[in-house]
C-alpha cells in the first residue's frame, strides 16, 4: 500500500510497535482508542483513502470482510462516506470470511443477509464483485466449492486488507482452536461457546447450526494487511491472549504475530487486560497513586499466593514491585495495611448506606435514609444475575427501591413458552364455552398460527412478541419477589429500539433517549444501579447503558442529579477483577441460594445465566485470599462519573 494519506495510521504497514516501553508484552501491533465508534471512523477513512487511490491507478482493490457484530460501526461509516462524501465502491471486490452450513441466503441469520442489510445494499458495489461462501453446497460438493472460494481470491489478485473480529473462543472466521496456520477454506464444526455467543440472534441456543465453512488461518495470513478489531469487556482476555500469548493453534488469533503487516484496533474494555493497562507497574514508571498501590498490592499477593498482611520486602523485590516500596519510602508492612484497608473498605453490607454511621470509610453515603433507588436492568433477568442480592439488601434495608426493565427481552423467550401459552387459554376456552372466550380463542389460534407459519427461524409478529414479552414480564415479576419486591415497584419500559429490532441490528433513537430520561425525571433518585458500560457495543446492554448515560448526563436532567451516585454493576460482561472492586456486598449462603432461585424463575428463555452465583463465588474467593473475611459470595461494584 503505497497510499501516503496512510502514514501514520491504522493500516500505515509493518509489523512495527510504537516504540513505547509499555508495548513490551505486546507480539503484534496494537492501537487502543476510546470507543469503537472512534476507531470505526478511523478505520473507514483509510480504507476509503485506499479505495480512491486505486481508484485514481484504475485499479481494483480487494477487501476480506467479516460479519457479527464487530464491524457493524465500521459498515456504518463506510455507508456514510458514500452517502455524504461520494465514495464509490465500483472497484471494489470483497471476499466474506465465512458462513453458516445450511442457511438459505435469504435466512435472517445467514451471513449474505447479514452483509447485504449491513452493507452491501446501500453501497454502489457490484453484485458480482461479492463474494460469501455458499452455505448450502451439497455436503459432496463442499470440498470443490471451499477450492474454488481460494482460486477467486487468488484470482482477484490476492486480499489487499483482511478485516476480523474475534471470537472468544479466539477464532478469527471461524477457525476454532485446533485449526492450523496453514489451513485454507473448508468446513469446520464451531465450538460450544461459539455458539452459545450466536444463540440470541438465533433465538435459541439450539436452532445455531453446528457448522460452517470459513477462510482456513493460512488464507488470512496470505493477506497483504489484517486490522482486527475487537469491542468490550468480554473480548479482554482472549485479545491479551492473542497479542500477549504464544503463538498456538488453540488461539487462531494469535497467529497474527506472525504476519508483518496486521494490527489489532481495540477500544479501552478490551485492552483492559493488556499487561500495559492492568499491570503497569510491570511495563514502566508508574504514578503511585493510592489506588494504583492498592492494585499492585492485590496483584502481588495473588501472585505471591500470600494473604495481603503476609507479604514482606523480599516478596515485592522479587515480583519486580520492589519500585513500590522504594517510591514510598515505606516498608512492605505499612504499604501492606494501607491496601489491605482500602479493600476491606469496599466490603459493606448496607449497599444504599448506613443510616446514622460515620461515612469515612464506606462506599455510599448515609444520608438521605431512605433512599430513592432506581435499579436499572437491560433485559429482565441482568438485575437478577448482576445484583440478586443486593436488591434483596436494599429492600430489606427499608429503601424506596424501583426497578426498572428498559428492555422487553422478548427476543429471548423461546416459541415452546408462546405455544404452551395459547394452548393453555384453548382449553380454557373448551372448558368455559361461555360467549366471552371466542376473543380469547380466536387470539390463541392466531398466536398459533402465527408461530406456525414464521417457522422456526423466521422473525416473531408483533402480536408474537407482545405475547412473548408478557410471559417473561410474569417471570420478572415471580423474580422480584423472591428479592422483596412488590409488582408496582417493578416497571416496563419496552424501549422501542427493542421492539423494533433484532440481536446486533438495533438501532436506538431519539424516543428511546426520551423514555429514559422520562423515568430518571419522576424518580428523581439518590442512587442508580446500572450495567452495560463496558459491553460489546453493539450489544442491547451497551445501547441501554448509553441511552441511560446520555439521559443522566444531559443539560435536562434535574438537579437532583449532583446528589445522585451511580454504581455499575456487572450482569453478563466479564466480572470485576479484585482490584477493580469499589463496593463489594457480601452474602450468605441463604442469600446465595435466594438469587439462583430469583434467575430460575426465567423458565422460557434458555439463557438464565446459571454461572453467575459461581463468579459471586470467585470473588468471595478472591477477597479472602487476599486475607479478608471469609464471605460465601460477593457481589461487585464500580462508581461511575459521567
Ligand atoms: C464472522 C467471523 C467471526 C466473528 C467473531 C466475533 O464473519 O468471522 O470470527 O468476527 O465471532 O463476532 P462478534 O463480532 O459478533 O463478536
Not at 480487494?62 to 472497484?91: Q, W
Request: glycine share 8%; proline share 4%; aromatic share 8%.
Amino acid at each position: 500500500m503505497s497510499n501516503s494519506q496512510i502514514k501514520n495510521g491504522i493500516l500505515e504497514g509493518g509489523s512495527g510497535k510504537q516504540g513505547t516501553q509499555q508495548e513490551r508484552f505486546e507480539k503484534v501491533r496494537t492501537l487502543v482508542r476510546p470507543d469503537s465508534s472512534q476507531a470505526c471512523v478511523e478505520l473507514a477513512s483509510e480504507v476509503a483513502a485506499l479505495i480512491r487511490e486505486r481508484q485514481a491507478e484504475s485499479k481494483n482493490v480487494v477487501l476480506g470482510l467479516a460479519t457479527g457484530s464487530t464491524p457493524v460501526p465500521f459498515y456504518r461509516e463506510l455507508i456514510r462516506l458514500h452517502k455524504e462524501e461520494g465514495l464509490t465502491f465500483s472497484n471494489v471486490i470483497t471476499f466474506n470470511l465465512d458462513e453458516y452450513y445450511g442457511l438459505t441466503r435469504d435466512h435472517p441469520e445467514s451471513y449474505f443477509r447479514f452483509m447485504h442489510d449491513q452493507l452491501f445494499d446501500y453501497v454502489d458495489i457490484p453484485a458480482e464483485q461479492i463474494h460469501i461462501p455458499d452455505g448450502t453446497v451439497a455436503m459432496e460438493d463442499v470440498y470443490d466449492s471451499c477450492l474454488e472460494y481460494e482460486r477467486k481470491i487468488e484470482a482477484a489478485g490476492g486480499l489487499d486488507l483482511q478485516i476480523l473480529g474475534i471470537g472468544r473462543t479466539g477464532h478469527i472466521g471461524f477457525n476454532e482452536p485446533g485449526s492450523a496456520a496453514d489451513s485454507v477454506t473448508r468446513m469446520i464444526t464451531l465450538d460450544r461457546v461459539t455458539r452459545q455467543d450466536a444463540a440470541a440472534d438465533f433465538l435459541g441456543v439450539a436452532n445455531v447450526p453446528r457448522s460452517a465453512i470459513t477462510m482456513g488461518v493460512g488464507t488470512i495470513l496470505k493477506a497483504r494487511r489484517i486490522v482486527l478489531m475487537a469491542w468490550g469487556s468480554n473480548k479482554s482476555e482472549i485479545v491479551r491472549e492473542a497479542v500477549e500469548g504464544e503463538m498456538t493453534d488453540r488461539v487462531s488469533a494469535s497467529f497474527l504475530q506472525s504476519h508483518q503487516n496486521a494490527v489489532f484496533l481495540v477500544d479501552k474494555a478490551a485492552s483492559s487486560h493488556l499487561t500495559r493497562f492492568r499491570f503497569p507497574w510491570l511495563v514502566g514508571p508508574v504514578d503511585w497513586s493510592a489506588d494504583m498501590m492498592s492494585r499492585a498490592v492485590v496483584w502481588l499477593s495473588n501472585k505471591m499466593g500470600k494473604p495481603i498482611l503476609k507479604l514482606v520486602d523480599e516478596d515485592y523485590n522479587e515480583a519486580g514491585a520492589g519500585e513500590l516500596l522504594a517510591s514510598t519510602s515505606e516498608v512492605a508492612y505499612q504499604v501492606n495495611i494501607d491496601a489491605f484497608n482500602r479493600v476491606q473498605h469496599t466490603i459493606s453490607g448496607w449497599p444504599g448506606g448506613k443510616p446514622g454511621a460515620d461515612d469515612t470509610n464506606r462506599p455510599e453515603r448515609s444520608t438521605p435514609h431512605p433512599k430513592r433507588v432506581l435499579v436499572l436492568s437491560p433485559e429482565p433477568a441482568d438485575v437478577f444475575i448482576g445484583m440478586g442480592g443486593t436488591l434483596d439488601r436494599l429492600k430489606e434495608q427499608g429503601h424506596d427501591v424501583t426497578l426498572v426493565f428498559q428492555t422487553s427481552g422478548n427476543l429471548r423467550v423461546g416459541d415452546a413458552a408462546a405455544l404452551n401459552f395459547a394452548r393453555v387459554v384453548l382449553e380454557m376456552g373448551e372448558e368455559n364455552k361461555g360467549e366471552g372466550w371466542s376473543v380469547q380463542r380466536e387470539y390463541a389460534e392466531s398466536i398459533i398460527n402465527a408461530l406456525r407459519e414464521k417457522g422456526e427461524f423466521g422473525s416473531d409478529p408483533e402480536l408474537v412478541r407482545r405475547l412473548k414479552g408478557m410471559i417473561l414480564r410474569g417471570e420478572t415479576r415471580d423474580a422480584g419477589s423472591d428479592c422483596r419486591l412488590d409488582a408496582d415497584e417493578i416497571r416496563f419500559l419496552d424501549l422501542p429500539f427493542y421492539e423494533k429490532g433484532r440481536y446486533r441490528r438495533f438501532q436506538p433513537a431519539n424516543e428511546d433517549r426520551a423514555g429514559i430520561a422520562e423515568i430518571l425525571e419522576e424518580i428523581r433518585p439518590d442512587i442508580i444501579f446500572a450495567t452495560g458500560d463496558a459491553g460489546d457495543p453493539s450489544s442491547n446492554q451497551s445501547i441501554c447503558f448509553q441511552l441511560f448515560a446520555e439521559a443522566f448526563g444531559s443539560e435536562s436532567a434535574g438537579p437532583w442529579r449532583k446528589n445522585c451516585n451511580v454504581w455499575l454493576y456487572r450482569g453478563r460482561d466479564q466480572a470485576y477483577e479484585a482490584h477493580e472492586i469499589e463496593m463489594a456486598v457480601p452474602m450468605s449462603p441463604d442469600q446465595l441460594g435466594q438469587k439462583v432461585g430469583a434467575i430460575r424463575k426465567f423458565m422460557s428463555t434458555d439463557d438464565d445465566d446459571v454461572s453467575s452465583p459461581a463468579r459471586n463465588q470467585e470473588i468471595a474467593s478472591k477477597y479472602n485470599d487476599l486475607g479478608l473475611a471469609e464471605y460465601e459470595a460477593i457481589e461487585a461494584f464500580r462508581k461511575w462519573s459521567c
